[in-house]
């Protein structure tokens, strides 16, 4: 699905030299490069505060606990997502609410998020998911009528835009509240490790948050409020740091590798391709406004399951993300679901199919996947 070695191979000096750094001086933890990756994070997203913690996991749940969020409050997500974001929601004994999502482009859907609105929601957490951005122009105005939170889940869309209707554009990460992000390495910014972080304009809301993740120590020793300790440990914000002037650059490759896929299985009768809708129709080569982390197709009247085997038979790997949705996880059942209220979420289980997708995709491997699906498609 990835090919982070060949990635390596074009960065090996970059990142070589730095962890050699590190060996050579044992900065192992908060050491220099910490610091300069969180600095340059912050001006390549324009955002005033950057605060990295060990993974993505803990990103979203120190963005929760940050905002004071407290057991019952109800936090409405999409039921079509990994479920690390209903997950921290649960652990911290806040109620998860799920919602359904958009059959084009997977995200939280509007209507639903409104309908699911009572006295006791106090924030929502759209997910960009496969890197494209839900609909923040809609998200923030029901926010602020209704005095929630957002806490954008960026783990998938780092480095994207949204482009708002008058033609404005934000990074993703960077127009909520507050965001998480994961540099697990097989996201489009990827460490070679565990890492996360958080991003916020709130000067306040980073202060506490900064504590939070030092065991809520404001003052050396001084424990003013529970926190956790979540770090990015000093080699992988080196690896980081080699990868972000890079992060334009892989984001187009997966571009291009879309742009092709999409034209051998365009106009196909069993096949949707990936809908692009934030800012332009249809796959674009000169913007950001999807960045996929993943390249998701529809597949229709087919068996999806058995593409899948074909596939695999031919040494093509392949994902089904996400197979089951996360109102029907057993971790995560509530009476109060109704299923027919998951429509969309209940048929893209069945239909949906992630090919390889990552920045050294080439043309031969490409028409390689793309005929071994239509083969399988067109029977
Ligand atoms: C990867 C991912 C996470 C969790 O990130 P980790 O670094 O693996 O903890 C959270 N949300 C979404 C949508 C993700 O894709």
């Given amino acids: 699905m990835v090919d982070l070695q060949g990635q390596y191979k074009k960065i090996k000096n970059t990142v070589d030299t730095s962890i050699e750094e590190i060996l050579n001086t044992a900065t192992f933890v908060n050491g220099p490069i910490v610091h300069q990756f969180q600095k340059n994070l912050e001006d390549f997203l324009d955002v005033k505060h950057v605060i990295p913690c060990a993974n993505g996991t803990d990103a979203l749940q120190i963005a929760m606990m940050g905002l004071g969020l407290e057991q019952g409050d109800e936090v409405i997500t999409a039921d079509f997502t990994f479920a690390a974001t209903v997950e921290v929601i649960a652990l911290l004994k806040l109620t998860p609410v799920l919602v359904d999502v958009d059959p084009d482009n997977f995200n939280i859907d509007i209507d639903a998020i409104k309908k699911a609105i009572t006295p ?42 949204y482009k708002y209707s008058n033609g404005k554009k934000a990074k993703a990460g960077t127009i909520g509240h507050i965001a998480s992000t994961s540099f697990f390495p097989s996201k489009n910014l990827g460490c070679y490790g565990d890492g996360g972080a958080i991003f916020t304009n709130d000067d306040d809301l980073a202060h506490t948050i900064r504590g939070i993740v030092n065991h809520g120590m404001y003052k050396r020793y001084h ?37 092709k896929y999409n034209l051998a299985f365009k106009n196909h009768p069993n096949i949707t391709i990936p809908k692009t809708v934030n800012g332009c129709e249809g796959v674009c080569d000169s913007c950001d406004c999807h960045v996929f982390h993943q390249y998701t197709l529809k597949i229709k009247n087919v068996d999806r399951d058995a593409l899948v085997k074909h596939l695999n038979d031919n040494e093509i790997p392949c994902g089904v993300y996400y197979p089951i949705p996360l109102h029907k996880q057993k971790a995560y059942l509530d009476e109060r679901y109704n299923d027919n209220d998951f429509k969309v979420t209940n048929q893209l289980v069945k239909e949906v199919i992630s090919l390889p997708m990552h920045t050294e995709l080439d043309d031969e491997q490409i028409n390689f996947i793309t005929s071994k699906v239509l083969e399988f498609v067109n029977g």
């Fill in 120 to 161: 006791k929601t106090k924030a929502i957490v759209p997910v960009h998911l496969f890197g494209q951005c839900a609909n923040m122009e809609a998200i923030m105005e029901i926010a602020e009528e209704h005095n929630l939170y957002v806490i954008e889940d960026n783990a998938q869309a780092i480095g994207s835009s």
């Fill in 223 to 259: 424990h003013d409020v529970v926190g956790v300790n979540s770090r990015l440990d000093s080699i992988q914000a080196a690896v980081l740091d080699a990868k972000l002037p890079n992060l334009n650059a892989y984001n187009k490759s997966r571009q291009q590798a879309a742009q």
